[in-house]
């Protein structure tokens, strides 16, 4: 064991050279953004009711509690009696607040009868090695109204078109390789959870999404009351995408409008059901990187995900270097191309999947001859 300070909370964690199911308890240093972001989304919202379902060490729990500043009800939970243990000491070294620590099967701590008098959550977390499919709907109905509901996937090669055979057993989705695979594979994922919560007429909205080195996190808002209009506009965000490999276009499409060919002549790729609205909020994005203050490589993050809010550019981003590789020229700075391509009309933007990737509301054939150009 060693002890290392993140945030402003002091952990006891195990010392190991790699991570994999058989680590005896579980803690991810690089995960320590995700934490951070995790803490200013608790900040902000101020959940009262706050559920770790399967915290590892209870890093992000622990310092939820110990750095948000208010009275939050706080369960910490995990499965491996050591990682309980282990929890149990970081508890101690950190908190003067009431916390409830459990050792228990997550889908057994929120499975309980809430129909009679069990109280649900404001916010659960679920953060998982590997696919957090199996988690996910006893999460759902311990939430309250308005509750957040936080995934963690970090099995991105089903999703992103690696092995997609998996993402079919798993997620019940076609996935593919892309130029763009990283951002096919997170809205594959907020589709899964949202077509999962529509199943119990339950809406949801993104209110923050990110794709980070080996793994996809979404914060989702769950809408229970009046969720009728919630439910139907998660139902029209599902669709699926078109993709051409010889001419680089990608469009949405709704299952009833899939197209065989390309107008190249090339046949289209189809991926999906994924989801083809926002996946993060502009306003949610606003208040978070306010929220954050001091920590720079969350503000960044935040700040490049607000700039692809604009519902002029949800189309999947493209990648520059493919696009000058495959036309054999020189690569022109993105600012000179996103400079041309607003002078000529078209809307413009960076992406936080990738630093050559671009956000445009210009067909592909508009873009790659702005590019050709230089």
Known sequence: MKTVTEGETKLMVPVEEKLSRKSTVFFNPKMELSRDISVAVAGLLKPHRVCDALAGCGARGIRMLNECGYGMDMTINDINPYAYKLIKKNAALNLKEKVTITNLDSNVLLGVDYEHGAERYDYVDIDPFGTPVRFIEPALRA?????????????????????????????????????????????????????????????????????????????????????????????????????????????????????????CGEKYKTAGPLWAGDFADAKFCDKLGEKLSEKKEAIKLVELINLETDPGIRIPYYDVHKICKSSGISIPTMDKIMETLKENGFKAARTHFSGVGLRTDAPADKLVGVILGF
Do not use: M, W
């Not at 963690?152 to 055979?165: E, S, V």
């Not at 599902?238 to 899939?258: G, W």
């Open 143 to 263: 939430l309250n109204n308005n509750a957040i509901l936080a995934v963690t996937a970090t099995d991105t090669a089903p999703l992103c078109g690696t092995y997609p055979k998996a993402c079919r057993r798993k997620y019940d989705a076609v996935s593919l390789k892309t130029d763009y695979y990283d951002e096919s594979g997170l809205r594959i994922l907020i589709a899964y959870l949202a077509r999962l919560a529509t199943k119990y007429n339950i809406g949801v909205t993104p209110l923050f999404s990110h794709s980070t080195l080996h793994y996809f996190r979404t914060y989702l808002q769950i809408h229970k009351i009046r969720s009728n209009r919630y439910v139907n506009e998660a139902i029209e965000n599902v669709k699926y995408i078109q993709h051409c490999f010889n001419c680089f276009r990608r469009e949405f499409r709704d299952l009833d409008e899939l197209e065989s060919f390309c107008e």
